[in-house]
């Protein structure tokens, strides 16, 4: 039996946010957030799933994503616009188990990073860096220009920004959100049934514009010519807004689960999405060599430091695993949760 989802608008001292509940579960709180281009309706199969097995779960729409309020984006604070408002909510649910696919997975490092005591543990579910996405190099994320130059809003596929705008919902253009969602999101041929409809409304749910995807941009002397700016989604991971080196100093710390697939092309060592790796492919022309950002070995050389966290990979998934491969992402997650 498949258990029934609700939606409620949750006011909080910040903004009022959409979140989803499963009516009548009970246990331990678990908080899912979601990743860019996307909203909660990415989590509703694995809610149901984890609420079966005891635990009550939520997750949460960020600002200018789904039914929650669209306040915007200050990037210059990093992610911390939103992950204040998930310790706002936290304030109304209590510590929780929080899990972060994405740059949900940013969020929540940067919420456990501010208020360590407010996690009982956290899955990062192919988190974005600590050190950002894009313009940085080597395991410790040293930036390749001091503008964080290859980041930010200008780095966005302006063909994939037109189609959200537009509200494209064909398989038409590569560039069309659902065959971003195949291409990408998952791993290519996998099936998503019924649920891929509800997938491409959740990605257009997405607020277009400086405020909020992709943000607003800078120009810059070095290649690729584009620096971030101070507003909008792209801007906040940023490595001139975003950087979490310090997450190994934390007290307490609560134990992190890593799962990553391992067929993910957007967070990944050679990302389809960071123009350094585009460029040494020929996708970006008048490449200068820079070298592609290592995503992965930066997240490993960090949760190293850390010290308590496990690492599963999930073979033949994509970039979201509890979409493409949802029985093994289910197992390693209970696990992690049980524990």
């Known amino acids: 039996m498949t258990l029934p989802i609700s939606a409620e608008r949750v006011g909080t001292p910040r903004l009022t946010l959409n979140v989803l509940s499963v009516p009548g579960s009970s246990g331990d709180p678990v908080l899912f957030v979601h990743g860019n281009v996307s909203s909660s309706a990415f989590w509703r199969p694995t809610m149901t799933a984890v609420a079966a097995e005891g635990f009550r779960p939520y997750a949460v729409d960020l600002r200018g994503f789904g039914?929650?309020?669209p306040e915007p984006v200050d990037a210059s604070r990093g992610v911390r616009d939103y992950s204040d408002d998930v310790l706002a909510l936290l304030d109304q649910i209590g510590p929780a188990h929080?899990?972060?696919?994405?740059?949900?997975?940013?969020?929540?490092?940067?919420?456990?990073?501010?208020?360590?005591a407010a996690a009982r543990s956290v899955t990062l579910v192919n988190p974005v860096s600590p050190y950002g996405f894009g313009g940085t190099v080597g395991p410790d994320g040293v930036l390749t220009g001091s503008d964080g130059v290859g980041s930010g809003g200008g780095?966005?596929?302006?063909?994939?920004?037109?189609?959200?705008?537009?509200?494209?919902?064909?398989?038409?253009?590569?560039?069309?959100?659902?065959?971003?969602?195949?291409a990408t999101y998952v791993a290519p041929g996998t099936d998503l049934g019924?649920?891929?409809?509800?997938?491409?409304?959740?990605?257009?749910?997405?607020?277009?514009?400086?405020?909020?995807?992709?943000?607003?941009?800078?120009?810059?002397?070095?290649?690729?010519?584009?620096?971030?700016?101070?507003?909008?989604?792209?801007?906040?991971?940023?490595p001139t807004n975003f950087r979490i080196d310090d997450l190994h100093e934390i007290d307490p710390k609560p134990p992190i689960l890593w799962i990553r697939g391992d067929q993910d092309v957007i967070v990944s060592d050679t990302s389809l999405f960071d123009l350094a790796h585009l460029g040494a492919i020929g996708a970006v022309p008048g490449w200068d060599g820079?070298?592609?950002?290592?995503?992965?070995?930066?997240?490993?050389?960090?949760?190293d430091r850390y010290g308590v966290y496990r690492e599963v990979v999930i073979e033949g998934a994509g970039h979201g695993p509890q979409l493409d491969k949802p029985e093994e992402f289910r197992a390693a997650l209970l696990t992690h949760l049980r524990r």
């Open 67 to 69: 039914d929650s309020d």
């Open 290 to 303: 820079t070298p592609a950002q290592p995503m992965v070995t930066q997240t490993r050389a960090a949760l």
């Open 194 to 238: 019924e649920e891929e409809d509800t997938y491409v409304e959740s990605m257009l749910s997405t607020r277009i514009g400086d405020d909020h995807y992709p943000g607003d941009s800078l120009p810059s002397d070095a290649w690729p010519n584009v620096a971030p700016g101070k507003r909008g989604v792209l801007n906040t991971i940023a």
């Open 155 to 182: 780095a966005a596929n302006p063909d994939f920004v037109a189609a959200l705008r537009a509200g494209d919902r064909s398989a038409d253009s590569p560039v069309s959100p659902r065959n971003v969602l195949r």
């Open 98 to 116: 929080l899990v972060g696919w994405s740059l949900g997975g940013g969020v929540v490092m940067q919420a456990l990073r501010d208020r360590p």
